[in-house]
């Protein structure tokens, strides 16, 4: 069974930085990519940053020379370094995997809430 646990939101002041983690359990962890989205009240699940097995990253436009999403294979983790926060990044941020076979999994989601 597939497990995803996401740690490290908080309240954080603009400018300020803030590190999320999601650890994983149940599938061959190296052997996927991973994404991380975010979901603000009212609104739509939105993708900010993605991570291939290989180690290739992709960010949204909006995210691009502020986050940085990498992966540990050896912990079985993933994470996500948001620096220069904004209080527009205010959302809960969830971690993301999906396969052919078993579909889309999430994890519960950490709020990240910054302060203007």
């Known amino acids: 069974q597939v497990q995803l646990v996401e740690s490290g939101g908080g309240l954080v002041q603009a400018g300020g930085s803030l590190r999320l983690s999601c650890a994983v359990t149940g599938v061959l962890f190296r052997t996927y990519a991973w994404s991380w989205y975010r979901q603000a009240p009212g609104k739509q699940r939105e993708l900010r940053a993605s991570i291939t097995s290989g180690g290739s990253t992709n960010y949204v436009d909006s995210v691009k020379g502020r986050f940085t999403i990498s992966r540990d294979n050896a912990k079985n983790t993933v994470h996500l370094q948001m620096n220069t926060l904004k209080p527009e990044d205010t959302a809960v941020y969830y971690c993301?995997?999906?396969?052919?076979?078993?579909?889309?999994?999430w994890g519960q989601g950490t709020q990240v809430t910054v302060s203007s």
């Open positions: 993301h995997v999906e396969d052919l076979r078993w579909g889309d999994r």
